[in-house]
């Protein structure tokens, strides 16, 4: 099976010298294509920087990071841009759909984006997947949370992806609706062959994922493929001198 995402000794600091916070330290991981792999733990921990470097929403200060087979982490602002609208997809949290735009139109708007042809047969086909038959014309106001965080799983897969980022896509629905996003994301993967690396502190949600890696203070201590792969001498994510890290 291939790796769609590669990380090799990926750290990432914020500032230098003995102030430096080392958000990601080494982190080594390789994530085959269909398969959904959950990044968990406590706050503070370097899932939201794991997540922004694996999506090119970031970039490393060290290591390699291939994303489809290309090596991202040397990549200028441009390149990494065209990379995620054509290459990644996101679900957020909060959704992020466009208000003004309608169900449909926010499913298209990464082809928009990109300058491609519209596409309007696969966003009804994709709709019709995620349960929602028939809203093609709603605004996302017009509907509930679950409703619009299966907008933003339509959205995320119009394109020809390598990699489904999702961060804490069930954070802010109930247990119920959040089961039922973690349905259509298994669904994904398991019948469109999609590949999702999510973050979430839900242990419903790590449930749910094929893998679980689990990062404390900047570092990979388990991967549930592997075991644990560090268990000691992990230093903490906090600045040198000892001050608060944001
Ligand atoms: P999580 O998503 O697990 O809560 P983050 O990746 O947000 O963790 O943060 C990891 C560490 O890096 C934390 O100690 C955090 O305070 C620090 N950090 C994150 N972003 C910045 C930044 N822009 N500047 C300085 N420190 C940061």
Do not use: W
Not at 80 to 102: D, I
Request: a positive charge; hydrophobic letters at 40%; glycine letters at 10%.
């Amino acid at each position: 099976m291939n790796n769609v995402l590669e990380l090799e000794r990926v750290s990432r600091s914020y500032g230098r010298g003995g102030r430096a916070v080392h958000a990601l330290c080494e982190v080594e991981v390789q994530v085959p294509e269909h398969s959904l792999t959950a990044v968990t733990e406590p706050s503070g921990s370097g899932k939201s920087t794991f997540l922004q470097c694996a999506a090119g929403l970031d970039r490393p200060t060290a290591g390699v990071m291939r994303l489809g087979g290309r090596v991202i982490s040397g990549m200028k602002e441009r390149g990494l841009s065209r990379l995620r609208r054509t290459h990644v997809g996101f679900v957020f949290q909060s959704f992020n759909l466009l208000p003004a735009l309608t169900v449909q139109q926010n499913v298209l708007l990464p082809l928009r984006l990109d300058g491609r042809p519209r596409g309007p047969a696969r966003a009804r086909e994709l709709l019709a997947r995620v349960g929602l038959d028939g809203r093609e014309d709603a605004r996302p106001g017009q509907l509930s949370g679950g409703e619009q965080q299966r907008v933003a799983i339509a959205r995320a897969l119009i394109t020809e992806l390598d990699v489904v980022f999702a961060d804490e896509p069930t954070g802010s629905l109930d247990q119920e609706t959040g089961a039922e996003i973690m349905n259509l994301l298994r669904e994904a993967v398991d019948q469109q062959g999609a590949t999702v690396v999510l973050v979430t502190h839900d242990p419903s949600v790590t449930a749910r994922a094929d893998r679980v890696l689990r990062l404390a203070h900047g570092r990979l201590v388990q991967d549930s493929r592997a075991g644990t792969v560090a268990a000691s001498g992990v230093p903490r994510a906090t600045s040198a001198a000892g001050g608060p890290v944001r």
